[in-house]
């Protein structure tokens, strides 16, 4: 009997100590989703965990006014695409004036 | 050592050092004139060259300054790359560093011949040099092109996350949401494609090393940057029909009585 007790002292007390420590709120905390890359539209489950980007509302936020700034961030995007699609342009174009 | 097998031997062990597995920039250098040359002598000397060979020194310079300044661009362009890891972007960073590096020791050789046999070499190592330009300068653009358009179809990724919230209220609000639907798929295919040809632009173009004056390398690296030209592009286009998608599941929503306050609550 005893030796039950002892037992499920011991255990109690390993238990506390790995609480105390915070070992056990980092296994039992969810991972964080990361931030989907592919180009899957309708795929909502990452992306809502990302952080916004380039001017992006918060990803969670579908009103009006959070579409309205996220189409405006990738506009401006777009206008850089512009700007590196033609200096890809000019690079292959480019000839030595030697 | 002649100048021709520096050249080689540059291009060598710069390629060595360069290794990124995405974009491997191999590089040579532009040093072979400058690194060749032991004497810097004033410019007074320079009432030895004839006009003829002071312009072509002059033309030397403009030349080095031009591709400075577009290696200059492309660096500040590669720092601000977001789909890349560092360890990429520092080694296309060192990689154009190198040349602009390379390039600025040349001048500064050219600028101090006063011989022109020396002169005529050193002018001669900025064609030789070109090769390297001629590589480095697109594969870095088309880089830079590719970071942006997968940049973009995240952005686009996470707004149709939010538009599919909307319209998928719309249609439970009793909605016809047949065409934003529509919309939404064909946007996700038009993202889905533009990531792929991003990606291939980058394989097709990043492995490419200077062809040091062999014309079959020279051609094939040359195919080799037009056919990721041309991914380039359609992941461009691809890009711009995703643009239209949204605008059209936009003012679907805006003809449809929901609420204008959904939020994506999927974890």
């Known amino acids: 009997m005893a030796k039950w007790i002892i037992g499920i002292i011991v255990v109690v007390a390993l238990g506390a100590g790995l609480w105390y420590s915070g070992v056990l ?19 909502t489950n990452q992306q809502a965990a990302a952080q916004p980007e380039n001017g992006m509302s918060a990803n969670n936020d ?12 990738i506009d401006a995007q777009m ?4 700007t590196d699609s033609a200096n890809v342009d000019t690079s292959l174009n480019d000839k030595s004036v030697q | 050592m002649t100048l021709k097998q520096f050249i080689v031997r540059a291009a060598l062990l710069l390629g060595l050092v360069t290794l990124v597995p995405a974009l491997a920039l ?3 250098s532009a040093t072979a004139g400058a690194a060749a040359g032991a004497s810097v002598t004033t410019s007074a000397a320079v009432a030895n060259l004839t006009a003829a060979e002071t312009k072509a020194q002059t033309r030397g310079d403009t030349e080095i300054d031009r591709r400075t300044a577009a290696l200059t661009d492309l660096n500040t ?22 040349v602009i590096s390379a390039l600025s020791t040349l001048k500064t050789k050219i600028d101090a011949d006063t011989d022109a046999a020396t002169l005529k070499t050193d002018l001669k190592s900025i064609t030789d040099s070109y090769r390297v330009f001629a590589l480095v300068l697109p594969q870095g653009r088309i880089a830079a092109a590719a970071d942006r358009e997968v940049t973009l179809v995240s952005m686009m990724s996470t707004l149709g996350a ?31 494609d533009a990531q792929t040809q991003a990606e291939a632009a980058v394989s097709a173009s990043a ?61």
């Open chain 1, 25 to 43: 709120n980092t296994l039992m905390t969810p991972p964080v989703a990361t931030p989907a890359t592919t180009g899957q539209a309708t795929t």
């Open chain 1, 62 to 73: 579908a009103s009006d006014a959070a579409i309205a700034q996220d189409t405006a961030a």
């Open chain 1, 79 to 82: 206008q850089g695409l512009t």
């Open chain 2, 26 to 28: 191999a590089q040579t």
């Open chain 2, 77 to 98: 362009r590669v720092q601000a790359m977001q789909k890349v890891t560092d360890t990429f972007k520092q080694s296309l960073s060192a990689t154009v560093s190198s």
């Open chain 2, 162 to 192: 939010k538009l599919q919230a909307r319209v998928q209220a719309a249609g439970q609000a009793g909605n016809d949401v047949t065409a934003p639907t529509a919309a939404l798929t064909d946007m996700a295919s038009k993202l889905q």
């Open chain 2, 207 to 267: 492995a490419l090393t200077p062809d040091n004056g062999n014309a079959t390398q020279m051609a094939s690296n040359t195919a080799a940057l037009k056919t990721a030209r041309g991914d380039i592009k359609t992941a461009q286009a691809d890009l711009v029909a995703a643009r239209k998608d949204i605008d059209t599941v936009v003012a679907a929503l805006k003809t449809m009585k929901t609420s204008t306050t959904a939020s994506t609550t999927a974890q």
